[in-house]
């Protein structure tokens, strides 16, 4: 090998190693927020209530409806033997925004409960990016095998931690700065829509934030595999000294 080929196969190596990060991250994101079919699972039930809303103005009918098909979701991961974690949540969810809507005889309140989760959300990303364990982290940082391991270990990931969970937080409360003031003016029907279209934007935003942030940093630390070489080493040195018995 010539002295011009090592510089190559180093950048090459540079750039599989960015790919295979790239990559790990893409299916860590991906399994922390369902995906595709989490989306789904997100958006249907809100959607079948507002359709059903503005065609025959029932708040019963289009509660029950909601209802009924975030049950189903369930059913259906709980039959393929999937996670039912984003779907369960959606199931709270919905349950809580159909309990306010019936008590209050409006149906705008079908949403709330959403719109007072998406807020404290909000907050909880800033303020806990603020005391130094970005909320982000403690999502993903089991995801990544890695734990708090970036805490104190791994000071540009938590760098890119704390940018993640300040868009996360910025982009919610902007969401929020839209939806409340809508909540009190609009009707019913136009406040539903509008909730709809900003079901997935801001969340695909937040998530491509986050992909940017995290594929930039550097690779997690896996403690898992850490705390196996450890047993592994420690069996060793037992048998080690067994034997020198």
Same mark, same amino acid.
């Given at each position: 090998?010539?002295?011009?080929?090592?510089?190559?196969?180093?950048?090459?190596r540079?750039?599989?190693?960015?790919?295979?990060s790239?990559?790990?991250?893409?299916?860590?994101?991906?399994?922390?927020?369902?995906?595709?079919?989490g989306?789904?699972?997100?958006?249907?039930?809100?959607?079948?209530?507002?359709?059903?809303?503005?065609?025959?103005?029932?708040?019963?009918?289009?509660?029950?409806a909601?209802?009924?098909?975030?049950?189903?979701?369930v059913?259906?991961?709980?039959?393929?033997?999937?996670?039912?974690?984003?779907?369960?949540?959606?199931?709270?969810?919905?349950?809580?925004?159909?309990?306010?809507?019936?008590m209050?005889g409006?149906?705008?309140?079908?949403?709330?409960?959403?719109?007072?989760?998406? +807020?404290?959300?909000?907050?909880?990303?800033?303020?806990? =990016?603020?005391? $130094?364990?970005p @909320? *982000?982290? &403690?999502?993903?940082? /089991?995801?990544?095998?890695?734990?708090?391991?970036?805490?104190?270990?791994?000071?540009?990931?938590?760098?890119?931690?704390?940018?993640?969970s300040?868009?996360?937080?910025?982009?919610?409360?902007?969401?929020c700065a839209? +939806?409340?003031?809508?909540?009190?003016?609009?009707?019913t =029907?136009?406040? $539903?829509w509008? @909730? *709809?279209? &900003?079901k997935?934007? /801001?969340?695909?935003?937040?998530?491509?934030?986050?992909?940017?942030?995290?594929?930039k940093?550097?690779?997690?630390?896996?403690?898992?595999?850490?705390?196996?070489?450890?047993?592994?080493?420690?069996?060793?040195?037992?048998?080690?000294a067994?034997?020198?018995?």
């Amino acid at each position: 090998m010539t002295s011009l080929d090592k510089p190559t196969e180093d950048a090459q190596r540079d750039a599989r190693d960015a790919q295979d990060s790239r990559a790990v991250t893409e299916a860590a994101l991906f399994e922390a927020f369902g995906g595709l079919r989490g989306m789904i699972e997100t958006v249907l039930p809100g959607l079948l209530f507002v359709t059903i809303f503005t065609i025959n103005k029932d708040l019963h009918s289009a509660a029950i409806a909601a209802l009924g098909v975030s049950i189903l979701l369930v059913v259906v991961r709980l039959v393929m033997k999937d996670t039912v974690k984003h779907a369960f949540s959606g199931v709270f969810g919905v349950a809580f925004g159909v309990v306010f809507a019936m008590m209050t005889g409006n149906a705008k309140d079908f949403y709330l409960p959403g719109m007072l989760y998406t +807020l404290g959300l909000a907050l909880a990303y800033i303020i806990t =990016t603020l005391a $130094g364990v970005p @909320l *982000i982290g &403690l999502i993903l940082g /089991p995801v990544f095998k890695e734990n708090l391991s970036w805490r104190t270990r791994n000071p540009g990931r938590k760098k890119a931690y704390a940018k993640a969970s300040y868009a996360w937080g910025l982009i919610l409360l902007t969401k929020c700065a839209i +939806l409340f003031p809508l909540y009190w003016w609009a009707d019913t =029907t136009q406040f $539903g829509w509008v @909730l *709809i279209a &900003l079901k997935i934007p /801001p969340f695909l935003l937040a998530v491509w934030l986050t992909w940017v942030f995290l594929a930039k940093a550097p690779p997690p630390i896996d403690v898992f595999a850490e705390m196996e070489a450890e047993e592994k080493a420690e069996k060793e040195r037992q048998a080690a000294a067994r034997s020198a018995e």
